[in-house]
């Protein structure tokens, strides 16, 4: 009995020894399920070491994704590899290209060459003088550029000449290549890069004579001088002249200008918007309007003047330098293109020009095109031999001796007649 009881005891400290042990033995008995039997204590060990360790564990995989951060940093850079790709093919200006060959076949007919020594004699012939005439006016819009000491960006330029290659792709024929199209409209890419890169140079030294104030703004009041002829006009005239007074006066008294216009002008054209004009260069408009819009200052009215038109009365609203944003651009290229066709004449003028193929046009013929005997014919009107077929008197003067001629001959057919 007491070794039974000793077998009890045993077996009672066994259970209670197995039962404090059933949490370590509770995992060991769910690791087997994923590993093999004879692993499953390798893989239990470890386990029960990273129970110390399982911390450090959990801290080290919070660093694991930040190494895919740096991949995704260097993506951007990927997707900025192409967009360097167009900035390595960088815009080449067109130039002149070499001469050619004189033995090179640039054409054939039925299999006979036309060799490019031909095409130069014939392109030199035929359109050499132009050819240089235009070179001759680039080179002293350069040379006055380095002496003003203005020029222009490459990328100013670039713009400027894609922009003129759109709008001939715009009138292109279907079919046809851009540069068979420039090449057939005489504007190869080397001479219309040529083109454009003068223009923008000879633009801004314009730009530096010009003057916004030259623009005026201005409002009117018109009263006609009624009358289909000067006598009567004349009996209307202090009709007229009373009615514009009355105007002034009111303006004088605080009636405001745009208001006065729509009752007292009599222009359709500006009557019905207050009198305003928009803007004006002082160069077209007529001497008396001119004169009295100098004297004024923005906001001055000037007092009844009689014009061509009747009795007007103006006021300055605005100069050019006081214009503003896209306006105030728009009024400065104006100003550049009504500029620039002076300035040019100025500048060949005053240049020493030598050329062997034609002679240098004078800057009238520059302006009118190549020169026309349409000046001559007013020195050569008194005299009538050098028109000839138009005077009406020369067919006259036949008709006079072809009168008399029948009747001296009239006796010859006569006697033919008789027999």
Known sequence: MRAWIGCLMTATLLLCTAIAQQPSAGQKVTQPKTSAPKEGKQVAQPKTSESKEGQKATTQKPAQPKPPQKPAAKQPTAKQAPAKQPAAAKFTPPQLPTLPDPNKVVATVNGEPIRASELMRATYDWFGASALEEIIMERIIEQEARKQKVSVKPEEVEARYKQQLQNAEANMPPGMSLEDFLRRNMFPP????????????????????????????????????????????????????????????????????????????????????????????????????????????????????????????????????????????QLRQQAVQMELGEYMRDLQSKAKITNTIVKPLTPEQMMGGPPRPTPRPPAGRPPQPPRPPQSPRQPEQPKQPEQQQPSKEQPQPKPEAKP
Not at 219 to 232: K, L, M, T
Not at 285 to 301: A, C, F, H, M, N
């Open 190 to 329: 080397s001479r219309l890069y040529a083109r454009v890169r003068a223009q923008l140079l000879a633009e801004k030294l314009a730009e530096k004579r010009i003057n916004l104030d030259d623009f005026i703004e201005y409002s009117e009041i018109v009263v006609r001088i009624q009358g289909a002829n000067p006598e009567e006009q004349e009996k209307n005239a202090p009709a007229a002249e009373a009615k514009a007074q009355e105007a002034y006066q009111k303006i004088g008294e605080g009636l405001d200008f745009a208001e006065a216009a729509k009752q007292y002008s009599e222009d359709p054209f500006t009557k019905d918007r207050g009198g305003k004009k928009g803007w004006q260069h002082k160069r077209f408009l007529t001497p008396d309007i001119r004169q009295q819009l100098e004297k004024l200052k923005p906001g001055q009215v000037s007092p009844p003047f009689r014009t061509l038109a009747g009795y007007i009365i103006v006021r300055l609203e605005r100069t050019g330098s006081q214009a503003q944003g896209d306006e105030r651009q």
